[in-house]
Every structure is written in structure tokens, then in C-alpha cells.
């Protein structure tokens, strides 16, 4: 005796496509928001960009504004903050929530001003990196500490005054 063939799979409805689309492409589109990083710019390649805006562009079209979080020369305070979190990683390549904190306060910096990830996940695993936020005036410079490295760069404050979306430890 045979098997009998299997049905063959149907596809979604158009409206049962058109929930599936509702629900999936926010959350696409807010996972690539949050994994793009922001430009950084040499003061050498900040020069020539400006140049290049110089050029008038073909009739009917406009030429993009350059961002405004985009500096020639990084800050005092990002400065600050990379030094002190390289001077970490180098004692602790995948450094603790704690060891953040205590770090940035060394360094001057105000606990209520700092926002750190978790370096553990739920299941009690280390995190692959720790996310770190610091509060300076109308700027928050964002680390991402990794596998020994740092990565900085500087954003606008977030309307609601803070660097992070979402909840953070304090």
C-alpha cells in the first residue's frame, strides 16, 4: 500500500498576507533602524564632502543636506568617554554592567547621566556587547564595547531626554 501524496501547501489569503505584512515589516524596519551605525566622518573626508556640495546639481533636483550629527572633530566629553572605556577593555575585554558604571564614574562622569545594557542575557549568558549611552547636554555618546573594541559616536538626544529607547539598568 501507498502513502497518500501530501497536500500541497495553499498560500495565505490576501487579507491574511496583508496582517502578516502589518505585523512583520514594523519590526523589520525598527531592527534596521537600531543596527545601522552612524557615520563617522575623518576631519580629511569631512573636507572633500564639503566640496563635493559645492557642485550645483542637475536642473530639477535638489543635493541632500549633509547631517547635522556629522563633526569635524570629535567632543571633549566622547573623548573622555573613549578613553575611559578603552582603558577598560583593555583590563576586561567583555566588561560588566558594573565594570562600566564604575569606569564612567572614575572618569567624572555623573551615574545619573550614564546608560549601560545588560552584559548578561536573561539565560545568564555574556551578552556580545554592551551598549553605553552618556548624556551630555543636547548629544549622548553611544559606545558599543565588543570582543575587546569600542565603538563610539554621538546622536541627538532622544525626546524623552534619555540616550536609550526602551527600559535600561540603573
Do not use: K, W
Request: glycine content about 8%; charged content about 10%; hydrophobic content about 45%.
Amino acid at each position: 500500500m501507498t502513502a497518500p501524496a501530501p497536500a500541497p501547501l495553499r498560500r495565505p489569503s490576501g487579507r491574511r498576507r496583508a496582517g502578516l505584512a502589518a505585523l512583520v515589516l514594523p519590526l523589520v524596519l525598527g531592527m534596521a533602524a537600531c543596527s545601522t551605525p552612524a557615520p563617522r566622518v575623518s576631519p580629511s573626508a569631512a573636507g572633500s564632502a564639503g566640496a563635493a556640495s559645492e557642485t550645483p546639481a542637475p536642473e530639477g533636483q535638489a543635493i541632500p543636506a549633509a547631517p547635522a550629527a556629522v563633526t569635524a572633530a570629535p567632543s571633549a566629553v566622547s573623548q573622555s568617554v573613549t578613553a575611559a572605556l578603552q582603558a577598560l577593555v583593555v583590563s576586561s575585554p567583555q566588561p560588566s554592567t558594573a565594570q562600566v558604571r564604575e569606569s564612567l564614574a572614575a572618569a567624572g562622569f555623573a551615574p545619573a547621566a550614564v546608560e549601560v545594557s545588560a552584559s548578561r542575557t536573561p539565560t545568564g549568558l555574556a551578552a556580545d556587547a554592551v551598549e553605553v549611552g552618556v548624556l551630555d547636554d543636547n548629544e549622548c555618546v553611544m559606545a558599543q564595547l565588543r570582543s575587546g573594541t569600542v565603538a563610539t559616536s554621538v546622536l541627538p538626544v532622544l525626546p524623552n531626554g534619555r540616550c536609550f529607547v526602551g527600559s535600561v539598568q540603573r
